[in-house]
């Protein structure tokens, strides 16, 4: 690599998907990371929040686009709209609440002050000192490009180019969000629990894929019988702990266990079947999943979308939990990334069913979750290793079944059948490196498609 070539014509040397090897600078490079806060953050439709968060006339909450945050505001008319939190005066955030309910938005450095729709309706001062030469009608709270919801999920986009929601999302992405959906008459739990991980956002969004890391790194969560392990070890090359223990190598180890969907823009699914999880799980957890039983589900979620019961993610950056979760991975700086949690409950569950749900869901993830703890502490040492001098030299390896992966159109679905792998890590990179690329939609939706293999 010489300084002098530009990020983008080193992509295919810094992501390359026939060796299945990633460049680390892709974790820790400024230029890097501010061409994805354009290219991919600046264009795609990013989840903002459910309906369910903003149910009344000015109830608003604060969403992160980017580099740019948005307030999500329900308004007079029942509609939603998305400002962003900068002042039209001399660029002030006008709010500075994360979430609540207001009558108009003031800005608290000189007061101009915008109704719900972001109109400014109040100038202090506007007769003496601006002489009623200021037209307010010109200078209204800017509005994101376009806004639009699925299922109660709100979504929006700063490119006043990018496709319609629906097509962005397409099959794989609204079947990600189905996957909530469908569970049943579906909130948010109030509260949305944040916190910081010294780590590019990258590292918590391809572990989504993950399913070789958690016979390792949640070994401590299935010792106390938080996730359940599995019985039948194998003991091919497994891990061994310096006492010299075999650890083995653990379940999802036939075709059929693990499926992996892959989709246009860069959405994924990819993790255990329905079945596999469901054979793991103790009977006790089963009453949990009477939803999935629904005729109306079969309907919405198809033969295909039934058998899902590994992780969605909605690119850029939404996972959807196997427990009713949307994790937000919210890109601060290259290596600070805000993990935003949202869970979700079921109105029509009774109190005790809703609070044990939810006690499930946050000592699962969030801040107080033990598999995330478990998870954040490689996301962080990770990024850590990518300064080294040295060991940024290091390629990341992305080379478990490359080439194997042989992608079959099942229910209009691009579908891989294998045991665990690596492929929906690599398509993330892949589509990654392509919006980076292609400054056309038309260009970026040729280049995404799923093809014969991975
Ligand atoms: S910056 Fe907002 S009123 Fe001046
Ligand atoms: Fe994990």
Redesign the pocket.
């Known amino acids: 690599m010489t300084a002098s070539r530009s990020v983008v014509d080193r992509l295919d040397e810094l992501v390359n998907v026939e060796t299945g090897e990633l460049d680390r600078r892709i974790f820790s490079d400024e230029e890097i990371f501010d061409l994805e806060m354009e290219h991919i953050f600046g264009r795609a439709w990013l989840f903002l929040c459910h309906e369910s968060q903003i149910p009344k006339r000015g109830d608003f909450f604060e969403a992160p686009m980017g580099r740019d945050n948005v307030l999500v505001v329900r308004q007079r008319d029942g509609g939603i709209k998305a400002l962003i939190n900068t ?6 955030a ?1 709010c500075r609440a994360d979430e609540g309910n207001v009558k108009n938005f003031m ?6 002050t915008f109704d719900l729709a972001g109109e400014l309706v109040g ?2 001062g506007l007769k003496d000192f601006y002489h009623d030469e200021l037209d307010k009608s010109k200078h209204p709270l800017r509005r994101v490009a376009q806004l639009d919801t699925y299922q109660g999920f709100v979504f929006a986009t700063m490119d006043p180019e990018a496709p319609p929601l629906h097509e962005f999302l397409g099959r794989t992405g609204r079947l990600s969000l189905d996957l909530v959906a469908q569970r049943g008459d579906m909130e948010v739990v109030p509260g949305i629990q944040k916190f910081v991980l010294k780590t590019n956002w990258k590292f918590p969004a391809d572990n989504t894929f993950d399913f070789y890391h958690p016979q390792i790194t949640h070994i401590s969560a299935q010792a106390v019988g938080m996730v359940p392990s599995s019985p039948d070890t194998l003991d091919s090359g497994g891990a061994m702990t310096p006492e010299g223990k075999n650890l083995g190598v653990q379940r999802l180890r036939t075709d059929t266990d693990t499926i992996v969907l892959l989709a246009e823009y860069g959405h994924a699914i990819s993790g255990p079947s329905w079945s596999a999880v469901m054979s793991a799980l103790p009977p006790e957890y089963m009453s949990i999943f009477e939803w999935h039983d629904r005729p109306e589900t079969a309907a919405a979620l198809g033969p295909l979308g039934l058998q899902i019961g590994g992780h969605p993610h909605v690119f850029p950056n939404s996972w959807i939990t196997f427990d009713g979760q949307l994790s937000l991975r919210v890109p601060r700086t290259v290596d600070t990334t805000e993990i935003w949690w949202f869970s979700f409950r079921n109105r029509a569950d009774s109190a005790e069913a809703q609070k044990a749900h939810l006690g499930r869901q946050i000592h699962s993830f969030g801040p107080a979750g033990f598999l995330e703890q478990e998870d954040g502490e490689n996301w962080s040492q990770s990024m850590a290793q990518t300064r080294g001098g040295e060991a940024r030299n290091v390629p990341q390896l992305l080379k478990m079944g490359l080439g194997r992966g042989k992608i079959v159109q099942d229910d209009g679905l691009a579908k891989i059948e294998a045991p665990v792998n690596e492929h929906a890590q690599l398509w993330t990179y892949l589509v990654w490196k392509e919006w980076l690329k292609r400054p056309s939609w038309d260009e970026l939706r040729r280049n995404t498609k799923p093809g014969e293999s991975i």
Do not use: A, L
């Open positions: 002042c039209s005066h001399r660029g002030n006008v800005c608290t450095y000189h007061g101009w100038v202090p």
